[in-house]
């Protein structure tokens, strides 16, 4: 693993640890971190992606927007907030008139991203995604053990049956 995918995976962490302090505590953006951790996954190994994808953060908090491209109202503004607040303060102390224009632009682009481009789904409709989709995952681990189950079964009849003979 390089650096790069050292760092990465340390961002990753990172931001999953502010996400599951957002799960605790609801003052606390929840989804902004789980999105940045899935990005900074994605690039750092196969391995954390799929093994974030497989947690029940990722399926109720974020599993939505990255298959559907929908967040509800309070988790649109929870990520589109710090830009929006963020860059037009920044445009009112850069002197340069060209600076001040790409960051207000950016602002804009950012508010018509969220408005036009990300759907606005009910928190119930969210919420039962989630839960379904969480729900599924057990019923995944239910069915896997299982068939684990079934193998370790035929293999003690298969050495039952070896030893008798």
Same mark, same amino acid.
């Given at each position: 693993?390089?650096?790069?995918?050292?760092?990465?995976?340390? &961002?990753?962490?990172? $931001?999953? +640890?502010?996400?599951?302090?957002?799960?605790? =505590?609801?003052?606390?953006?929840? %989804?902004?971190? *789980?999105?940045?951790?899935?990005?900074?996954?994605?690039?750092?190994?196969?391995? &954390?992606?799929?093994? $974030?994808? +497989?947690?029940?953060?990722?399926?109720?908090? =974020?599993?939505?927007?990255?298959? %559907?491209?929908? *967040?509800?109202?309070?988790?649109?503004?929870?990520?589109?907030?710090?830009?929006?607040?963020?860059?037009?303060?920044?445009?009112?102390?850069?002197?340069?008139?060209?600076?001040?224009?790409?960051?207000?632009?950016?602002?804009?682009?950012?508010?018509?991203?969220?408005?036009?481009?990300?759907?606005?789904?009910?928190?119930?409709?969210?919420?039962?995604?989630?839960?379904?989709?969480?729900?599924?995952?057990?019923?995944d681990k239910a069915r896997l053990s299982e068939v684990a189950s079934n193998r370790e079964s035929v293999r003690a009849e298969?050495?039952?049956?070896?030893?008798?003979?």
């Amino acid at each position: 693993m390089t650096i790069k995918r050292y760092l990465y995976a340390g &961002l990753g962490l990172l $931001f999953l +640890g502010l996400g599951g302090i957002g799960v605790i =505590i609801p003052i606390i953006p929840t %989804t902004p971190f *789980l999105l940045l951790t899935s990005f900074f996954f994605l690039r750092s190994s196969e391995r &954390l992606n799929t093994w $974030f994808e +497989g947690t029940r953060m990722y399926k109720r908090f =974020i599993a939505n927007f990255m298959e %559907t491209r929908s *967040l509800t109202l309070r988790a649109k503004i929870l990520c589109a907030a710090p830009g929006v607040t963020a860059m037009p303060m920044l445009a009112l102390v850069v002197p340069q008139w060209w600076l001040k224009a790409i960051l207000i632009g950016l602002t804009v682009f950012e508010i018509w991203y969220f408005i036009a481009r990300i759907e606005t789904v009910s928190v119930e409709e969210a919420r039962a995604r989630g839960k379904a989709r969480v729900a599924e995952g057990s019923r995944d681990k239910a069915r896997l053990s299982e068939v684990a189950s079934n193998r370790e079964s035929v293999r003690a009849e298969g050495l039952s049956l070896a030893t008798e003979e």
